[in-house]
């Protein structure tokens, strides 16, 4: 029986690899099907992993109708047994339900690869379907780690190495880079306390540590000098 099945993770922990071994372990088999992506980080109609690993997909956009593409495909006679969906978290949720028809109408299964939620902890409107109806939503075993070495599992999004949580859900960038807009996997303890890599370096943990002031403190040190006297 056919079924939706979502693998979702943070960035870095190897998503678009898993979609790209899956395609290829079908193929070995002698079996048929189709990729697609959205806004994929090496460019419109790609995906590619970070080991290097790339391939041509098709290239989702706003208001594709992906199961009618997948019936077009079958009308002419090509073989599709399966599916394959990385950066599922941009598709549109009407475009989920299609993935969802292609799997119960069709009787051909669907693979699907993104992130659950953005930089805000907010969830991607595409993933929220997915977590709705998939058959399935397994998360990756590859742990992607924070700066500290715990397990990462927030995306933080960094503008000239400074978190920020303001702003566009989708804005495409890349983990490690150096752009004025990148992105960097935290564990949830740093994500909440906005201590990036780049804070980290800088000593930068919380700008009151401690829950009282200086004049507080320094005011206790005069007292008991006074009783001492």
Same mark, same amino acid.
């Not at 924070?146 to 989708?170: D, F, K, L, P, Y």
């Given at each position: 029986?056919?079924?939706?099945?979502?693998?979702?993770?943070?960035?870095?922990?190897?998503?678009?690899?898993?979609?790209?071994?899956?395609?290829?372990?079908?193929?070995?088999?002698?079996?048929?099907?189709?990729?697609?992506?959205?806004?994929?980080? /090496?460019?419109?109609?790609?995906?590619?992993?970070?080991?290097?690993?790339?391939?041509?997909?098709?290239?989702?956009?706003?208001?594709?109708?992906?199961?009618?593409?997948?019936?077009?495909?079958?009308?002419?006679?090509?073989?599709?047994?399966?599916?394959?969906?990385?950066?599922?978290?941009?598709?549109?949720?009407?475009?989920?339900?299609?993935?969802?028809?292609?799997?119960?109408?069709?009787?051909?299964?669907?693979?699907?690869?993104?992130?659950?939620?953005?930089?805000?902890?907010?969830?991607?409107?595409?993933?929220?379907?997915?977590?709705?109806?998939?058959?399935?939503?397994?998360?990756?075993?590859?742990?992607?780690?924070?700066?500290?070495?715990?397990? /990462?599992?927030?995306?933080?999004?960094?503008?000239?190495?400074?978190?920020?949580?303001?702003?566009?859900?989708?804005?495409?960038?890349?983990?490690?880079?150096?752009?004025?807009?990148?992105?960097?996997?935290?564990?949830?303890?740093?994500?909440?306390?906005?201590?990036?890599?780049? /804070?980290?370096?800088?000593?930068?943990?919380?700008?009151?540590?401690?829950?009282?002031?200086?004049?507080?403190?320094?005011?206790?040190?005069?007292?008991?000098?006074?009783?001492?006297?």
């Amino acid at each position: 029986m056919a079924e939706l099945i979502y693998y979702c993770g943070t960035m870095d922990s190897g998503k678009s690899t898993l979609a790209l071994q899956t395609a290829h372990n079908h193929q070995q088999r002698g079996r048929g099907g189709l990729i697609f992506t959205s806004q994929d980080r /090496a460019g419109a109609g790609k995906i590619s992993s970070r080991l290097g690993l790339t391939s041509a997909a098709i290239e989702v956009l706003p208001g594709f109708d992906i199961h009618k593409f997948v019936v077009d495909k079958l009308s002419i006679g090509e073989r599709i047994d399966y599916v394959i969906c990385d950066e599922a978290q941009f598709y549109q949720p009407e475009q989920i339900e299609e993935l969802a028809r292609i799997v119960d109408g069709l009787g051909i299964d669907v693979y699907a690869f993104g992130i659950l939620a953005d930089f805000r902890t907010k969830l991607f409107p595409g993933s929220a379907r997915l977590v709705e109806l998939a058959d399935r939503v397994n998360t990756l075993q590859v742990e992607a780690l924070c700066w500290c070495g715990s397990r /990462a599992t927030h995306n933080a999004r960094t503008i000239n190495g400074v978190m920020v949580t303001e702003g566009e859900q989708v804005v495409v960038g890349d983990v490690g880079k150096s752009d004025e807009v990148a992105y960097e996997v935290l564990c949830r303890r740093h994500h909440m306390r906005r201590v990036t890599a780049r /804070a980290s370096r800088a000593g930068h943990t919380s700008p009151m540590p401690l829950p009282f002031t200086p004049e507080e403190d320094s005011s206790k040190d005069n007292s008991a000098k006074g009783d001492r006297k």
